[in-house]
């Protein structure tokens, strides 16, 4: 299996490699929902017998709903990398939420839950359980997704005042790479650094800073994957770095590898 060219694979470590073992395909909202919802997913694997994969995931600042042959689960934002280990022959069907649009189904601050996996009926309440019988059969993304969408629509959840503010700051972070201190986008917001902070807590679960950072590096590995070369100093400057160095701990902290070393391992191949 290969990647598709127009995929974006931001977040996913070593995407050509991944792409070998697994296979992924999405599918887009309903404008009713458009506001809550970034996207449906699909995954699906079929490993050898005795062999496994696991697939690192740089974390976006998104929760996923995610439903599995008998089981429903919440996975929250979380500051630590996510690892999926894939054995035998599988499907799972995510719903990833945006940014701030978790937060009018959990009813509370997002920083509550945040690191935690939930049962998915903590939240959802137990009909979401019966939809895991209902995806179970349906290897559909497209069927997938209108049943979930149906789903979200009958709790009859509305977007809260500050939703989609929340979610156009996110889009700004990813949009402008000069926004690379919380002071200036608090100051480019008209608002104090403390309110943003709070407001983070509350709609998505982490601070603007972690949202700074992990924009700024799937950025960096994603131009890894679809560059023949990169200057690190130039791409430093684009990001708004002040210099490469703190590009460099940033990627290595965070990717668990150098960003020479990652290029060499995940650049386009003639």
Same mark, same amino acid.
């Given at each position: &299996?290969?990647?598709?060219?127009?995929?974006?694979?931001?977040?996913?470590?070593?995407?050509?490699?991944?792409?070998?073992?697994?296979?992924?395909?999405?599918?887009?909202?309903?404008?009713?929902?458009?506001?809550?919802?970034?996207?449906?997913?699909?995954?699906?694997?079929? &490993?050898?017998?005795?062999?496994?994969?696991?697939?690192?995931?740089?974390?976006?600042?998104?929760?996923?709903?995610?439903?599995?042959?008998?089981?429903?689960?919440?996975?929250?934002?979380?500051?630590?990398?996510?690892?999926?280990?894939?054995?035998?022959?599988?499907?799972?069907?995510?719903?990833?939420?945006?940014?701030?649009?978790?937060?009018?189904?959990?009813?509370?601050?997002?920083?509550?839950?945040?690191?935690?996996?939930?049962?998915?009926?903590?939240?959802?309440?137990?009909?979401?359980?019966?939809?895991?019988?209902?995806?179970?059969?349906?290897?559909?993304? %497209?069927?997938?997704?209108?049943?979930?969408?149906?789903?979200?629509? %009958?709790?009859?959840?509305?977007?809260?005042? &500050?939703?989609?503010?929340?979610?156009?700051?996110?889009?700004?972070?990813?949009?402008?790479?000069?926004?690379?201190?919380?002071?200036?986008?608090?100051?480019?917001?008209?608002?104090?650094?403390?309110?943003?902070?709070?407001?983070?807590?509350?709609?998505?679960?982490?601070?603007?800073k972690w949202v700074i950072n992990r924009s700024?590096?799937?950025?960096?590995?994603?131009a890894a994957t679809r560059r023949a070369s990169?200057?690190?100093?130039?791409?430093?400057?684009?990001?708004?770095?002040?210099?490469?160095?703190?590009?460099?701990?940033?990627?290595?902290?965070?990717?668990?590898?150098?960003?020479?070393?990652?290029?060499?391992?995940?650049?386009?191949?003639?």
């Amino acid at each position: &299996m290969t990647r598709p060219t127009d995929q974006d694979t931001r977040g996913i470590i070593d995407p050509r490699a991944g792409f070998e073992h697994f296979t992924l395909t999405r599918h887009e909202p309903s404008p009713g929902l458009a506001w809550a919802v970034d996207r449906y997913w699909i995954v699906r694997w079929d &490993m050898p017998a005795g062999e496994c994969y696991e697939q690192r995931v740089i974390q976006h600042p998104a929760v996923h709903l995610v439903f599995e042959p008998g089981a429903a689960t919440v996975q929250t934002i979380s500051p630590h990398d996510f690892v999926r280990r894939l054995e035998g022959r599988g499907r799972a069907f995510g719903v990833k939420f945006r940014p701030a649009g978790f937060r009018p189904f959990l009813g509370g601050a997002v920083s509550a839950v945040a690191g935690r996996q939930l049962a998915a009926s903590e939240v959802f309440g137990t009909g979401v359980d019966d939809l895991c019988d209902v995806l179970r059969g349906d290897d559909s993304t %497209s069927r997938s997704a209108t049943a979930v969408e149906a789903f979200l629509r %009958s709790l009859g959840t509305l977007p809260l005042p &500050m939703t989609e503010p929340v979610n156009s700051v996110v889009d700004l972070i990813v949009a402008d790479t000069s926004l690379s201190r919380v002071t200036d986008l608090a100051e480019r917001l008209g608002i104090t650094t403390r309110k943003l902070q709070r407001l983070f807590a509350d709609h998505i679960g982490l601070g603007p800073k972690w949202v700074i950072n992990r924009s700024r590096i799937h950025e960096a590995a994603e131009a890894a994957t679809r560059r023949a070369s990169i200057d690190w100093a130039d791409l430093a400057a684009e990001l708004g770095y002040s210099d490469q160095a703190h590009l460099v701990r940033d990627f290595t902290a965070t990717v668990g590898t150098s960003p020479d070393r990652y290029t060499r391992r995940v650049a386009p191949r003639d």
